[in-house]
């Protein structure tokens, strides 16, 4: 008969590690596949990106924002100085109209010479009696709505106020207002 060897606990230890030290590897290489994995995956995002960039920065200026038009004209759109200036006074009258105030006097600026620029500028003087929320509308309306205009040299005085009896006192009271409203022509206009 013969006598089978045994296994010595040493040799079964060994084994033992070295079976764990094999799990250990497979594992640790099986993760580091994966850290590479994703490492590509990012590399190639990031690569994408750069792509974009390129092709984003080749684009001309110009055609990289399609600019939208304007939608209103800011501009007063006549011809002339003398056209422009009394479509603008009727427009500042009308307005004041509106908003049920009395006119007093209206003048335009003599037109600039030499200033190209200052020679588009086309001002309106008024003055006129308006109550507080009539001020108020009508300042509003004259600078939101087109063409533009701008007010200048703004000055609102309460009249004395003299005896007053009954419905009158009730009234708001009318304030005496004189402005300046300018407008401007196109560039290039005579």
Known sequence: ??????????????????????????????ASVTVMQTKWLELDARQAQLEALEKRRKIPPEKAVAEAPIAFDPFLSEDNFALAANALQERVVGLVEDVEGKLISVGVDPQATGDEDAARRVSVHIAAELTSASLQKLLYRLETDTPLSFIS??????????????????QEPQLSVSFSVTGYRRKGSP
């Open 1 to 30: 008969m013969s006598a089978r060897p045994q296994i010595s606990g040493r040799a079964v230890g060994s084994l033992s590690i070295l079976a764990i030290l094999l799990l250990l590897a497979g594992f640790g290489g099986f």
């Open 153 to 170: 040299r703004l000055s609102a005085t309460r009249p004395v106020a003299r005896d007053q009896q009954g419905a009158a006192a009730q």
